[in-house]
């Protein structure tokens, strides 16, 4: 039986990225018809090679109750067992209207997926962190996944239909619209983190971490205090369940305590762990951990990191 899935992303590298899971069911025999939905960003073709059947393109500047109108519409139309997008600020907004609309169970962050008969099972986070939640439907539901959790669709000679959409007259006047400024780093891509928390005493001591990431190219993160209460790093940079959330290959913490709002906000491959207490909670999810005074240690680890790359 080939059931039908819409899935949502406000830029096509989200809509490939949320197609993983579809993927992820389509490798256990799940066969479907997937239609996307995005918002044109002059890339759409970036999408149209990944398994997507039909991709509809809105046009133009669009706030969230137009998104909403128009997948609300699509909805209705071809009635999916699946409506999936991101786990974004716009894309839990949308989607929680939808399934507000259409009566549907919206599961979020969702980490896991597979099949049991004709039910799909999915496995989440909760509180925050400290708990897995496995939930099984037989019925329509709305789900968000974490940016880079499944992998999607091997490119194919395979391309969407495209229908581009004009967006409905919003019941929102948009008065300005100003760009938060950022710091130029999207640490959500990035391959290697540097992880920096309250062990550091002073913003200028944050350099050492700076030198760090330059030598293993990398882009330095931060725990809520750096960035929400001392302001010594922006917020783009935080790393936590309320902000940014990380699947790097590579987190290196230092002077990290390892909070569950920060830690369930890491999926890393590796971690690695420096602070001068050997309780901290962070050694708890490391794979490897030093207990040092990251002042004595980081400017070694440095200039031992310097030699070996300059031969």
């Not at 690695?272 to 030093?290: E, L, M, R």
């Not at 040092?292 to 980081?298: E, G, H, K, N, V």
């Amino acid at each position: 039986m080939v059931e039908t899935v819409i899935v949502f992303g406000e830029r096509p590298s989200l809509l490939v990225d949320a197609s993983g899971l579809v993927a992820e069911l389509s490798r256990n025999g799940f066969s479907t018809n997937m239609i996307g939905i995005t918002i044109s960003d002059g890339s759409v073709n970036e999408a149209i090679h990944y398994g997507f059947d039909k991709l509809y393109v809105i046009e133009g500047t669009v706030l969230p109750d137009q998104i909403y109108e128009i997948i609300s519409k699509i909805f209705d139309d071809v009635k999916p067992r699946l409506l999936i997008g991101p786990a974004t600020k716009t894309s839990n907004d949308v989607l929680a209207r939808v399934s507000a609309k259409h009566n549907l169970p919206m599961l979020t962050e969702v980490i896991s997926v597979s099949l049991d008969g004709t039910s799909i099972v999915f496995e989440r986070n909760i509180l925050g962190g400290r708990a897995v939640s496995r939930e099984v439907t037989l019925r329509q539901v709305a789900v968000t996944v974490p940016i880079k959790k499944f992998k999607p669709f091997e490119e194919t000679q395979k391309i969407a239909a495209v229908e581009k959409i004009s967006p409905p007259v919003s019941n929102v006047k948009l008065v300005s619209f100003e760009e938060k400024k950022k710091g130029g780093v999207n640490i959500e891509a990035a391959d290697i983190v540097v992880g920096v928390g309250r062990g550091f005493r002073s913003k200028d001591d944050l350099k050492l971490a700076f030198d760090l990431a330059t030598i293993i190219d990398a882009q330095v993160g931060c725990s809520r205090p750096i960035a929400a209460d001392l302001k010594w790093l922006p917020e783009d940079v935080w790393i936590g369940i309320s902000s940014k959330k990380i699947r790097p290959k590579l987190y290196i913490a230092i002077g990290i305590s390892g909070a569950p709002q920060h830690i369930s906000a890491v999926d890393a491959k590796v971690i690695v762990s420096i602070n001068k207490d050997k309780n901290a909670p962070i050694f708890k999810y490391s794979d490897y951990g030093v207990v040092a005074d990251l002042y004595q240690f980081l400017p070694v680890f440095i200039k031992k990191l310097k030699e070996k790359t300059s031969k």
